[in-house]
Nanobody, 124 residues
């Protein structure tokens, strides 16, 4: 098993930036594909970005492409989400998740472990 704890959320003005972190413990971090998801009030949880075990391969949703970047540090067992040019529609609870699949998947059912989430609020 792996335990995931997100941090770095907060309140930011539109156009600003935040960096989310997700620290993993309890298992071999490098064995997992990692992903970031988000859920806004009244909406379904959606895939934001994911990267492969090595961190070389990444997948980013069209809604954040060019603004958000996922990265990971296997030595620190941590995955990051750098969010730039934030918009009010980015407001959501952001979750990191770990998957035992080989490739990055965009469906939440493909992820085995989840953090509790961190709130990101972007004001206009």
């Amino acid at each position: 098993q792996v335990q995931l704890v997100e941090s770095g959320g907060g309140l930011v003005q539109a156009g600003g930036a935040l960096r989310l972190s997700c620290a993993a413990s309890g298992s071999t971090f490098r064995s997992y594909v990692m992903g970031w998801f988000r859920q806004a009030p009244g909406k379904e949880r959606e895939f934001v970005a994911g990267n492969t075990r090595s961190g070389i391969g990444t997948v980013t949703s069209d809604s954040v492409k060019g603004r958000f970047t996922i990265s990971r540090d296997n030595a620190k067992s941590t995955v990051y989400l750098q969010m730039n040019s934030l918009k009010p529609e980015d407001t959501a609870v952001y979750y990191c998740a770990a998957s035992s699949t080989v490739r990055v998947r965009t469906g939440d059912k493909d992820y085995d472990y989840w953090g509790r989430g961190t709130q990101v609020t972007v004001s206009s």
